[in-house]
């Protein structure tokens, strides 16, 4: 049998209110566990944004660092452009030394002999000797190609004077030989002129040549043949000349920079930044070595380029040779 009563209705409402408490703990759980979820989500969101953040300035890190590199190599392929190009032009500079230099040697030597001619010739054309008869300066005047037939540089060589308009009598220029590059020119005493005007026609003409930088042709090693003019010197003062062409022509060919290079070739002097290499006037002082008509110090050479001893050795003897 049901039994009802007070007893019977208290059972109910506990289980009515178990219930409910069990109902309300369940709600509870599940907006905890909502909320736990909506906090996890949002901090995997957060995490995703830097992780996303942090690839993207690895990213752009990696494009600088590549660009970097890329500056880094091409600047190198540059630099490494540049020094075979500065070594190809100081081979090609060496190249066109030499040939100047041997051409200016012979020129040299047969400058000596026409001197040796004009001072055993009087001015009635009789033979004299050398103390008795005047010496004749010349202007030499050249950069032609040497196997230029003499009638043809003689003829380049008045076109030039007459369009420079040059206050100096060239009538009696000549090339000696049947193919030469280059014209003498002497200088006559004019009636009536004093040596001062003499000197001064002399100057204004080698400036007026000298001015116009005129290329007459490209050389076998490939640079621009200039236009030339210089002043005839004695025996001695060619001696002192050559002693300083010698010790440049080394210097350049052991990598010297001409902008460092100082010539007095009137007194056989080389300087390189400000220090004295060679000299044909002053006394030779301690560890140099005798040439020619002066000195040179080999050690002092050695030092500015920053090369062996024995090496600048070995490149000098050739030219000392030279000058004996």
Known sequence: MQMDGPQGGGEGARREEARESHASRTWKRKSELGQTIASVKEEVLTFGQRVDGIEAGVTKQMETTNKLLQIVTTSHDKHTEAVAQ???EQERQATY????QGGHTELENRLALLENKIKG?????????????PKKQALIMGGWPEDQSSTETLQKARDILRQLEVPLDYSEMFVPGLKRGYAIIPIPQKWGETEDQRREAVQQTLQKVRNTNMMLGVNLAGGHRKLWMSLSQSPERRKKSRLAGKVKRVMLEMGAQ???LEVEFSTGSVWYNTERLSSATLEAPKHAERAGVGWVRLDAMAQALGKPLGEVQTAWQPRKEELR
């Open 97 to 100: 030394l030499r040939e100047f």
């Open 258 to 260: 001409m902008a460092k």
């Open 86 to 88: 500065l070594k190809t």
């Open 121 to 133: 010739t009087s001015l009635n054309g009789g033979s004299t000797a050398d103390t008795e008869a």
